[in-house]
């Protein structure tokens, strides 16, 4: 089992920054690859991004991208969603996720693990 835990979350202006984070713990392995979602109310929960276990590959959502940067550490077993140059349409409740599929990053029935979410509303 591994116990995926959120934070960072919060309410903020557009245009404002804000770094989420997630900390794993028990079977945990830098073998993991690791993902965002998010789901804002009355949508299906989407992908945001992931990065591969040696942090070399990234992966991002089109309507993220130069946006938002996804970045991990495997020594402190967190992995970090830094976003910027936030907007209201960014507003959801933000999951991280654990796979060893890379091959199907973007689809969130290969992940195995689930935190239970942290909560970002940007306010215009």
């Known amino acids: 089992q591994v116990q995926l835990v959120e934070s960072g979350g919060g309410l903020v202006q557009a245009g404002a920054s804000l770094r989420l984070s997630c900390a794993a713990s028990g079977r945990t392995s830098s073998s993991w690859i690791m993902g965002w979602f998010r789901q804002a109310p009355g949508k299906e929960r989407e992908f945001v991004a992931a990065i591969a276990w040696n942090s070399v590959g990234t992966d991002y959502a089109d309507s993220v991208k130069g946006r938002i940067t996804i970045s991990r550490d495997n020594a402190k077993n967190t992995v970090y969603l830094q976003m910027d140059t936030l907007k209201p349409e960014d507003t959801a409740l933000y999951y991280c996720?654990?796979?060893?599929?890379?091959?199907?990053?973007?689809?969130?029935?290969?992940?195995?693990?689930w935190g239970q979410g942290t909560q970002v509303t940007v306010s215009s």
């Open positions: 996720a654990a796979t060893l599929r890379w091959g199907q990053r973007r689809e969130s029935y290969v992940y195995e693990y």
